[in-house]
């Protein structure tokens, strides 16, 4: 049965020369594994490091989706490749095994409906302030976020 659930933008975090969007997710009223967000954040350098086989060009910006969901808190690490294509690695932590991340993508599981959502916000954004410009506004990009119960 489906229920609506807290999707919230948390804030810019920086890497190297990386800037992620983090979101959470949440099927409980408030997100609260605040030790698992930040221990997400601590797997970044490792995350952002698995290149893809197509193409592993990208503007050095990415999005991390980290939900509270029912079998664990799921870390959905993306990024631009090529300019068009979604970079996308799926990993669960169990509640109560918070130190491990565990990667479940790459065996055709895809994210979740309300995973999807903000990834349609990241595309939309990415097409109108990145792909459509004549010269790309990346900081346009990274402040459009998203927020909302659904």
Known sequence: MYKARTIAFKELYTYANWTIKVYTISKHKNFDQLDIYERAKQEIPKW??????????????????????????FSIINWWVGTNMLNTHIFITKYENPSLFRKISGDGLAPCIWEMEVINHE???????????????????LNTVFSKTI
């Open 48 to 73: 952002l490091s698995m290149e893809n086989s197509f193409d592993a060009s990208h503007d050095n910006m990415a999005f991390l989706i980290v939900h509270a969901g029912t079998e664990g808190i």
């Open 123 to 141: 595309r939309i954004v990415w097409t109108e302030q990145v792909l459509k410009k004549d010269e790309p506004d990346y900081r346009a990009y």
